[in-house]
């Protein structure tokens, strides 16, 4: 008859509680988890991963803003006398033009992503405000959730 606190057993209860925690903790990661046991730290997280990401957005867009404006005044002075690049330099008119259009483009898309960035978080408080819960199972056919 074996015993029944040998060390193999002890080590099979051991990766079974650790079995057991996983799965806790990895439930808690979903949303249908979290949402259930821990509706608070739910919403928490997901207001602040919105206010982050605006507050992200925000600040890449003003470092465009300031690359931007540096280019311009360094065009502006090529063009003035004021500044003569280094023979052999990669700098010139056309590069600087070039570099002036693509930072345009680059800061409205920025001004996109930091707008989705504010729905993003807008959605997250009305989510939080509505009291919203993802259910266990399916939704019925043609039901729409959030």
Not at 7 to 19: F, I, M
Not at 40 to 56: C, K, R
Not at 96 to 118: C, G, I, M, P, Y
């Amino acid at each position: 008859m074996k015993r029944l606190l040998s060390r193999e057993n002890v080590v099979r209860a051991l990766l079974l509680v650790a079995l057991g925690g996983t799965l806790w903790k990895g439930f808690l990661k979903t949303p249908e988890g979290a949402t259930l046991v821990r509706p608070q730290s739910f919403y928490n997280g997901l207001v602040n991963d919105g206010e982050n990401t605006a507050i992200m957005k925000e600040r890449h867009r003003d470092v465009l803003e300031a690359t931007d404006k540096a280019v311009r005044v360094r065009l502006e002075e090529l063009r003035a006398g004021a500044y003569k690049p280094a023979p052999g330099s990669v700098v010139s008119e056309q590069s600087l033009t070039r570099a002036v259009r693509k930072d345009q483009a680059t800061r409205e898309r920025a001004v996109d992503d930091e707008v989705r960035a504010f729905e993003k978080l807008e959605r997250a408080r009305r989510l939080e405000a509505a009291g919203w819960r993802m259910g266990l199972g399916c939704a019925p056919a043609g039901e729409a959730k959030p």
